[in-house]
């Protein structure tokens, strides 16, 4: 079974760091484009940042770069999101997601193209605290 589960977040106060982190099982991640999007309440979905495979090319939103960076561990099977500098506006349900069939081109086009991507995970809550 093909699955994604991600951990990590949590309750944190403004200006404080936490690590996402993005586990698969039944596939192997190195060969996938991974994002992260988040959604806060009454808020659309949102891409955060997105990995290519291959040469491992990174994208941010404006709203978290230099703030913000993606990474893999293949070994471990896992792409980890570090969040630093956290705002309030930062609150909300973080998602990993896998680009399976290779619908996009580009971790920007990934990261704007959520119904293109197949496998998500459950989600993990993130509450900044001012």
């Known amino acids: 079974q093909l699955q994604l589960v991600e951990s990590g977040g949590g309750v944190v106060q403004s200006g404080g760091s936490l690590r996402l982190s993005c586990a698969a099982s039944g596939f192997s991640l190195e060969y996938y484009g991974i994002g992260w999007f988040r959604q806060a309440p009454g808020k659309e979905r949102e891409g955060v940042s997105c990995?290519?495979?291959?040469?491992?090319?990174?994208y941010y939103a404006d709203s978290v770069k230099g703030r913000f960076a993606i990474s893999r561990d293949n070994a471990k099977n896992t792409v980890y999101l570090q969040m630093n500098k956290l705002k309030p506006e930062d609150t909300a349900v973080y998602y990993c997601?896998?680009?399976?069939?290779?619908?996009?081109?580009?971790?920007?086009?990934?990261?704007?193209?959520?119904?293109?991507?197949?496998?998500w995970g459950q989600g993990t809550p993130v509450t900044v605290s001012s």
């Open positions: 990995i290519s495979n291959g040469d491992d090319s990174t």
């Open positions: 997601v896998a680009d399976l069939g290779r619908h996009t081109a580009t971790v920007q086009a990934m990261c704007n193209m959520p119904g293109a991507l197949e496998l």
